[in-house]
């Protein structure tokens, strides 16, 4: 499962010289880029989707409830993979499933069918569960576990790379042709294509490297009290919840960036999308930034700060029009940037032996992306955009809340 490494928790032992980080350095690289781009290219299928097939705004948000569903359903089988297979295999497994997914985006846009299409999103999401289930060990790995935080959001920032580009991406090669989707959706099919094969060349480059081998030693003494049960320490009860409503917030804004901005601005969604880019960028600006800060300054009162922003901004949104609406509505990405890496640590911390676990949990909760986009759509489809952007509000409410008290242990280890 997806492990965060604190300073209290056991150091994974990497074997091999310093000289083989450089590839896997690489590897995490090119992994969280294509995670990144993928995923956020998500974003563009919705109001694709949404034109094509004459969907609600519910319908078309299951792009991202299937997507997103299955880091609930797969998350724990994943880790049991990668125990067995190890973190090298497992990336290259999560490369080709998600290179398979790719490939069924062709039978589904020949029969035109949106099922297809979901049941294509849903295998390829299976591949990206892999790959970050996968991953998260090597970065804690690879450097000091005191650090996890801002190591983790400084990893993630080459992630924000390619959300950053997907939506470039997809308003030039997709929704470019959305007047041709109602009779069509061969938009899609050679650009997920071409994303197959380049997974494909990946898994296999990947294959070929000699990265370090990892193992998660659980011996030794943790400085906890392991006789406690994993759900009895608060900070992860609440952190679990905290990632939930996290992934859902950053992901059904994202979501229906596109739709508010093509509403606000009455330009088409080509047009509109390209504004998603500078959401997903300043998550790529605040990861980078926030990775200096999360050293110096504590990870919680960060998180709060970041959290009241966020609720301003969008309340400046709904409250406003024209480009102040929409600036302020992009300008949420930037509070995003460390919330995921800061709950996740905030979560893990003092949990001992029990680490591993837990983790598992919190990648199981980023169904929050499924269950919260939904939510949002189906309140747009009988309210306004004012109404509907409540539904992240009251989410970041939640994690304002964590930050100040929620991330506290009911009881200090000894």
């Known amino acids: 499962m997806a492990v965060i490494s604190t300073t209290n928790q056991p150091q994974a032992t990497v074997t091999g010289s310093r000289q083989s980080y450089m590839p896997a350095l690489i590897s995490l690289a090119v992994l969280y880029f294509m995670m990144g781009f993928i995923t956020c290219l998500n974003d563009t299928l919705v109001p694709f989707f949404k034109k094509g097939f004459t969907l609600t705004y519910s319908q078309s948000s299951l792009v991202q409830f299937y997507f997103f569903l299955t880091y609930g359903i797969m998350s724990v089988p994943a880790g049991r993979i990668v125990s067995r297979t190890g973190y090298k295999k497992g990336m290259v497994l999560g490369f080709a499933i998600a290179a398979v997914g790719g490939l069924l985006f062709y039978p589904a846009s020949v029969y035109h069918q949106y099922v297809l299409f979901l049941a294509a999103l849903f295998v390829i999401a299976i591949g990206i569960v892999l790959l970050q289930v996968a991953a998260n060990p090597y970065i804690t790995a690879l450097g000091p576990a005191n650090t996890a935080s801002a190591r983790l959001t400084l990893i993630q920032g080459v992630g924000s790379v390619g959300t950053t580009v997907a939506p470039l991406f997809g308003a030039h090669f997709i929704l470019a042709r959305l007047e041709e989707s109602h009779a069509s959706s061969e938009a899609v099919r050679y650009p997920y ?26 011996t030794g003494k943790t400085g906890h009290d392991d006789s406690k049960g994993v759900f009895s320490y608060r900070n992860l009860r609440f952190g679990i919840i905290g990632i939930f409503v996290y992934v859902g917030a950053e992901v059904s804004i994202g979501t229906f960036l596109t739709n508010y901005i093509t509403d606000l601005l009455g330009v088409p969604e080509n047009v509109a999308n390209n504004y998603v880019a500078f959401y997903w960028g300043g998550m790529l600006v605040g990861r980078l930034l926030g990775a200096g800060l999360l050293r110096v300054l504590p990870p919680a009162r960060v998180l709060a700060v970041c959290a009241v922003g966020a609720v301003a901004l969008i309340l400046v949104s709904v409250s406003t029009s024209g480009l102040l609406a929409v600036w302020s509505m992009i300008a949420v990405g930037l509070c995003n940037a460390i919330m995921f890496a800061t709950i996740f640590s905030l979560s893990v911390e003092g949990v001992g032996r029990h680490t591993t676990t837990a983790s598992g949990l919190l990648s199981t909760a980023i169904c929050g992306g499924a269950v919260i986009s939904y939510a949002q759509g189906l309140l747009k489809d009988h309210a306004t955009w004012q109404i509907a952007f409540l539904v992240p509000v009251i989410c970041y409410l939640y ?5 100040l008290n929620g991330h506290k242990a009911s009881k200090q280890p000894v």
């Open 193 to 218: 294509l071409g994303i197959a094969a380049l997974l494909l060349l990946i898994a296999l480059i990947v294959s070929r490297l000699s990265l370090p081998v990892i193992s998660t030693g659980s």
């Open 399 to 403: 994690i304002l809340f964590y930050g």
